[in-house]
């Protein structure tokens, strides 16, 4: 795996550092059976790389401590500590383990197949994933239930399917002809669906994928981590829910009091207030004489000749050669008898090659891998422009020195003949057979790459804006028409479910939109947009992934529905707001105390989180609803004034109201299905649950009562208290404070005060902020139940945290103490309201009393 690749030096100035993950135990936090630990395990096993599974792991208490969350603000499992920090998102644990070692084959050997190694671990994530969950989790119970949105679910998972059996019709693995990380990632994704629900009569509609599968978990470093696979033999049955989702009108949204948008807040200075660069010197090759042979023009017919290739294209190359204007030199690796592992050392030409990209403008190579056993030769042809190799080359490429440099002299027919030879791939080579041959020729920061996509498309925005941090050159394809240009048999074989965008790359083409964002960044050598050292880079990682699965998919459920390109189920709608909550208030408390994701400036991760968030932004996320999330806010409008997003995504208005359900054309019919084909095999086919109408499942049982709803009525009706607090603006202690003690009612209610226990933690002041904001947050499960006060107090740090709440019910709701892990961070003192002392306390809390108790308040919230 080459240097730029894998950002990991194994020589010459190492990102790594002093410390190396292979050495230094990483400790993995899991439950057993998790396949998205299984990436990492098994990536591991094929790396070399140590890997240690925390103790006594248990889910949904180990992942509720605050150390924990710590490491995962949203508390998700896996998460890997390093030495250097911890890595969330499993996609990104698992690339962090295979770029621990450096020059890793999981990451194939060039360029390209890094991008389709990321195109497959992306389309594994949201094309067959996400799916195989959208098919099993509502039937677990872990979402709800609803046929319509069943049968779509396994309609796209037989789409992603479809096109994946038809790629592996002519390919044993994803990329390549070995393991690699897309077929770890793409394997554990499909594990769960094999095991859980996609039964043998639903999978012998892919023979290919089914092939690939059982090859896959049968291998030994697979096995060592999943032991034995079954399939399962049965769709799992729905679970009984405790009420089933209606379909009902959205609550219109509330109309929006501030009628101007949100000025952007930009933290960093405009770049075009920078003073002008001034220009580059030029390249002493470019002041030569002009040659007659065009190196490009070589290329290309390189590249596009592909029969009677000695007769066409070395024809052409000597017709083409100046001797004036180039030079040819032969290579020969000096420690040949190092080459003893066939992949290392073809990965150690890939490496050389990619350092030799700051000479591609000038310079065209071959570079063979010679024998059939070991030590294996590795021998090179180079044209270079000049009568010399270039000095800049020599200086700044230290694999030149370990190699010995002859130049040819074409005088001579056998020195001429050997230069035709390594063009070709002749083989046998001088009797030998050729393990290997690659070739330097095409750069695509200098041969345009072509998107293809249509206008505003924020998943085009992401390698546009690389792009323009990078300097690398992409072209959008004319006359882009979506819904026909996706849909012809040309764009379908580059992606063959017609996905938008894809990139046309010198090397084949690039789907998924993330692939493509990460193939255009690599474009450009030692790329500052992936940082500096692999934590950066598995941090950049951790975010992308995070922006995809936690951001732009809840997104997405929140506003496809919405616009008709999904069915509306108000009960799904809430889910996916309180998910987005989650995560943007995760977001929130991680740019409180950071400008950008990652380090110092912009990265790949910030560029995909502003497009991810753009959408939102632009249609449904309001002013009222970013409200809640300042530090997003602020981020979102600093990123998209910087003149490279400008450029691309033009001025960004946000969204004033929440789009309305769109009318369907027509209703989703609930239609039987069509009888399965007889099976050649004689048991009967299990009964598809997709296309079981809803109304003949069994009636759900009604959902258990929360034991305050059996407590005795209460005088006290807690929503009336809450209108009366927020629509109180004057003369708040006459009107509310009394409505509020005319109200309250000692026996259905109680009133405690909490008290942080570690105020000398809070020594910044918007960190200690955030903490109370993601406690109350936590506290939603009871807003039913509760009303509440949490003062941040004092002018100077350590900042103090003080509450007061009101509960329903005689104590705190023992569901509340189970489930809040914040309330044992807190001492709680019930209140005696025949004291008139605490009575007063409790009518300050309320009121935001200034000064309390004799100090400042820094910042008031309410939860109510």
């Known amino acids: 795996m080459s240097n730029l690749i894998c950002t990991v030096r194994s020589a010459a100035g190492s990102l790594i550092g002093r410390r190396q993950p292979g050495e230094m135990a990483l400790v993995l936090h899991t ?55 911890p890595v969330f998102e499993s996609n990104a644990i698992a690339r962090y383990v295979t770029r621990s070692k450096a020059d890793n084959p999981l990451y194939g050997s060039s360029l390209i197949e890094y991008a389709h190694i990321e195109q497959w671990i992306d389309f594994s994530a949201t094309e067959v994933d996400a799916n195989i969950g959208k098919w099993l989790y509502p039937r677990l119970g872990f979402a709800p239930y609803v046929a319509v949105s069943e049968e779509a679910a396994i309609a796209a998972l037989k789409r992603s399917l479809g096109a994946l059996n038809t790629h592996l019709a002519s390919n044993t693995y994803l990329v390549g002809h070995s393991v690699t990380l897309a077929d770890i990632v793409m394997t554990c994704n499909l594990y769960m669906g094999f095991a859980c629900i996609m039964t043998r009569i639903f999978t012998s509609e892919f023979p290919h994928v089914e092939r690939y599968f059982w090859t896959m978990v049968n291998q030994p470093n697979f096995k060592k981590v999943m032991n034995d696979v079954k399939q399962a033999d049965s769709v799992p049955p729905v679970q009984k829910k405790a009420a089933p989702p209606k379909e009902q009108k959205p609550k219109e949204a509330k109309k929006e009091a501030p009628k101007e948008a949100p000025k952007p807040k930009a933290v960093e200075k405009p770049e075009e207030e920078e003073e002008a660069p001034k220009p580059k010197p030029k390249n002493p090759l470019d002041l030569l004489p002009p040659s007659k042979m065009i190196l490009d023009e070589w290329k290309r017919l390189y590249s596009n000749t592909k029969t009677n290739f000695r007769e066409v294209a070395i024809k052409g190359f000597w017709d083409m050669y100046d001797p004036e204007g180039y030079s040819l030199w032969f290579c020969d690796y000096k420690y040949n008898d190092e080459n003893t592992v066939s992949f290392v050392t073809m990965n150690k030409v890939g490496g050389f090659l990619q350092r030799m990209d700051l000479c591609r403008k000038y310079a065209f190579g071959k570079m063979l891998v010679i024998g059939s056993e070991p030590p294996f030769k590795v021998k090179g042809l180079w044209l270079f422009r000049g009568p010399e190799i270039p000095k800049f080359v020599m200086d700044e490429v230290y694999d030149m020195e370990l190699y010995e440099w002859t130049k040819v002299d074409i005088s001579d027919e056998a020195q001429k003949e050997r230069v035709s030879a390594m063009i070709e791939d002749l083989e046998p080579f001088e009797g030998e057979a050729l393990l290997d041959a690659k070739c330097f020729k095409r750069q695509p920061g200098e041969m345009a790459l072509v998107l293809h996509t249509f206008d505003g498309n924020k998943n085009a925005f992401k390698a546009l804006i690389a792009a323009e941090y990078s300097g690398v050159k992409v072209e959008l394809a004319k006359n882009f028409q979506m819904g026909v240009s996706n849909k012809t048999p040309e764009y379908l074989k580059m992606n063959p479910i017609g996905k938008v965008p894809v990139l046309e790359t010198p090397d084949g083409p690039v789907f998924e939109s993330n692939a493509i964002a990460r193939y255009v960044t690599r474009s450009k050598a030692d790329n500052p947009l992936y940082g500096s050292s692999l934590i950066e880079y598995a941090h950049i990682e951790q975010w992308i992934d995070f922006s995809a699965t936690e951001v732009d998919a809840n997104i997405g459920k929140w506003l496809y529905p919405r616009l008709g390109f999904a069915p509306y189920v108000a009960v799904s709608e809430e889910a996916a707001i309180a998910a987005l909550k989650r995560s943007l208030g995760a977001l929130n408390t991680h740019l409180a105390s950071n400008t950008y994701l990652v380090g110092h400036s912009v990265t790949l991760a910030d560029i995909v989180m502003t497009c991810n968030l753009y959408m939102g932004f632009a ?17 979102f409008w600093t990123m998209v004034n910087q003149p490279n997003f400008k450029k691309v995504m033009n001025d960004v208005k946000q969204a004033d109201s929440v789009p309305p359900v769109q009318k369907k054309a027509a209703p989703p019919k609930e239609q039987k299905p069509k009888e399965a084909k007889k099976e050649a095999p004689k048991e009967a086919p299990k009964p598809k649950a997709v296309e079981k109408p809803e109304e003949e499942e069994e009636a759900p049982k009604p959902k258990p009562k929360n034991p305050l709803d059996l407590l005795p009525p209460s005088k006290m009706i807690l929503d009336e208290w809450k209108r009366l607090y927020s629509n109180t603006k004057t003369n708040f202690r006459e009107v509310a404070i009394k409505g509020f003690w005319d109200m309250y009612d000692p026996e259905g209610y109680s009133l405690w005060f909490c008290d942080y226990k570690y105020n000398d933690e809070n020594t910044v002041s918007f960190v200690t902020m955030n903490k109370v904001g993601g406690f109350l947050q936590r506290m939603d499960l009871c807003r039913k139940y509760a009303f509440g006060k949490m003062l941040v107090i004092g002018s100077e740090p350590p900042f103090k945290v003080k509450g007061l709440w009101l509960f329903r019910g005689p104590e705190i709701p023992k569901f509340v103490m189970d489930e809040v892990y914040d309330m044992e961070l807190y001492e709680w003192t019930k209140v005696d309201i025949s004291d008139e002392a605490q009575k007063e306390r409790v009518s300050a809390m309320i009121e935001d009393l200034e000064p309390f108790e004799g100090e400042a308040l820094l910042d008031a919230k309410c939860f109510k």
């Open 31 to 85: 439950f057993d059976g998790n396949k998205n630990a299984f990436k990492a395990l098994i990536a591991a096993e094929y790396s070399g790389v140590k890997v240690e599974l925390a103790k006594n792991f248990q889910m949904g208490v180990s992942n509720k401590t605050p150390e924990y969350l710590k490491m995962n603000p949203i508390g998700k499992v896996p998460v890997l500590e390093t030495p250097d920090g």
């Open 619 to 635: 249609c449904i996320m309001t002013r009222i609803f970013t409200s809640e999330f300042p530090h997003v806010e602020r981020y």
